[in-house]
């Protein structure tokens, strides 16, 4: 393998297998680790037509004791299958789904980074409908799979602080599927991403769509606040991506820093009280956030422009030493590819 790890960034590279499993006739068969990273399907298939398709991202990598292991890959698992529930598309099996999550890695754990380097493993779960429907159903036949891609430290040449902009459009309707991990939910994205990089922002931060008032999240992570007296915020909404990584690092406030935690709406109005802001997803696990641009009135985190706030860092780290194996694990946080 001549992989330059800490060079690497985020694009997809080709690895060696893929985990294929396809469902026909009302059920899944026991499903192949392959080399063939094509797809042949109908010109009519459902996921080409009407976008039925849902994903999901983990990461594997070696912690600092030289094992190779994945986070809380169940809770990506049960994820999957809320979405697949609302896509109205089979459910693959929780077991089944980390069973072959693991069975992916171990297939390419040549290209899962050393410990240090800052690089992971990227991988992919995702699932589609491949059959013929031209009138508007769910498909009767469909593909669940998993390949892996090593991707670079997210944090190269240092951690910067973004610069975000309250959007105009939105993401997710109220009762609609802002809360699954939907390709559909990507697609409408796209031009508002392109908008903001054009002017100069890193990220949307979209508000409720039903009130246009309340702060939700980005196109791809979750966000968390901290206030003045150090209580993590976090905002409460049916139409936000359960992120897991948000969900951990609320237990890791509370339980290993002894911080206080909050659930709860966050209006846009109060946004400029808060200490310190952060994006947060597997990506990154926490990204701060130093400014927040709401049409020309620009709020600049007191945390500043060149480093993590205080709060956002000790979470980071935490979480971080959890993950890598430095700092002990909540029971049953850190999977073992074996
Ligand atoms: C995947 C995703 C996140 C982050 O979730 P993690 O499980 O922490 O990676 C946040 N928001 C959206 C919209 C997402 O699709």
């Given at each position: 393998?001549n992989?330059?790890?800490s060079e690497?960034?985020?694009?997809?590279?080709?690895?060696d297998?893929r985990f294929?499993?396809?469902?026909?006739?009302?059920k899944?068969?026991?499903?192949?680790?392959?080399?063939?990273d094509?797809i042949t399907?109908s010109?009519?298939?459902?996921v080409?037509q009407?976008?039925?398709?849902c994903?999901e991202?983990l990461k594997?990598?070696?912690?600092a004791?030289?094992?190779?292991v994945?986070f809380?890959?169940?809770l990506?698992?049960e994820?999957?299958?809320s979405?697949?529930?609302?896509m109205?598309m089979?459910?693959?099996?929780?077991?089944?789904f980390?069973?072959a999550?693991?069975?992916?890695v171990?297939?390419?754990?040549?290209?899962v980074?050393?410990?240090g380097?800052g690089?992971?493993?990227?991988?992919r779960?995702?699932?589609f409908?491949s059959d013929?429907i031209?009138?508007?159903?769910?498909?009767?036949?469909?593909?669940?799979?998993?390949?892996?891609?090593?991707?670079g430290?997210y944090?190269?040449g240092g951690?910067?602080p973004l610069?975000v902009?309250i959007?105009d459009?939105?993401?997710a309707?109220?009762?609609g599927?802002?809360?699954?991990?939907a390709?559909?939910?990507y697609?409408?994205?796209?031009?508002n991403?392109?908008?903001?990089h054009?002017?100069?922002?890193?990220?949307?931060?979209?508000?409720?769509a039903?009130s246009r008032?309340?702060?939700?999240?980005?196109?791809?992570a979750?966000?968390?606040f901290?206030t003045r007296?150090?209580?993590v915020?976090t905002?409460k909404?049916?139409?936000i991506?359960?992120?897991?990584?948000?969900?951990?690092l609320?237990?890791?406030?509370?339980k290993?820093?002894g911080?206080?935690?909050?659930e709860?709406?966050?209006?846009?109005s109060?946004?400029s009280?808060?200490?310190?802001?952060g994006?947060?997803?597997?990506?990154?696990v926490?990204?701060?956030i130093?400014k927040?641009?709401?049409?020309?009135?620009?709020?600049c985190?007191?945390?500043?422009?060149?480093?993590?706030?205080?709060?956002t860092?000790k979470?980071?780290?935490?979480l971080r030493?959890?993950?890598?194996?430095t700092?002990?694990?909540?029971?049953g946080?850190i999977y073992?590819i074996?």
């Open positions: 393998m992989i330059n790890w690497l960034g985020f694009s997809y590279v080709k690895t297998k294929v499993s396809l469902y026909k006739d009302g899944w068969d026991g499903g192949v680790l392959t080399s063939d094509t399907m010109e009519c298939a459902c080409l009407y976008a039925q398709t994903f991202g594997a990598y070696k912690t004791g030289g094992k190779t994945c809380r890959p169940d990506n698992a994820r999957m299958i979405s697949c529930e609302k109205k089979p459910v693959f099996p929780k077991e089944r980390v069973e999550v693991a069975a992916t171990k297939a390419n754990e040549d290209y980074p050393p410990y380097t690089a992971s493993l990227y991988i779960p995702f699932m409908g013929a031209i009138g508007v159903k769910p498909a009767n036949e469909f593909q669940f799979r998993i390949f892996a891609t090593p991707v430290p944090f190269k951690v910067k610069t902009r959007s459009l939105d993401r309707a109220p009762h599927t802002g809360n699954i991990k390709g559909l939910n697609a409408m994205s796209l031009y991403i392109v908008d903001a054009e002017k100069g922002f890193d990220e949307n931060i979209y508000l409720d039903g008032t309340y702060i939700e999240e980005t196109g791809g979750n966000i968390i901290v007296d150090g209580t915020v905002p909404s049916d139409s991506l359960p992120s897991i990584t948000r969900r951990s609320l237990y890791v406030a509370e290993y820093l911080l206080k935690v909050e709860r709406k966050i209006a846009l109060e946004i009280g808060f200490a310190e802001c994006l947060c997803g597997t990506a990154a926490i990204s701060p130093g927040i641009v709401d049409h020309g009135k620009e709020i985190m007191p945390s500043g422009m060149s480093d993590m706030g205080p709060v860092k979470l980071y780290d935490t030493g959890i993950q890598l194996g700092i002990e694990a909540p029971e946080w073992e074996k």
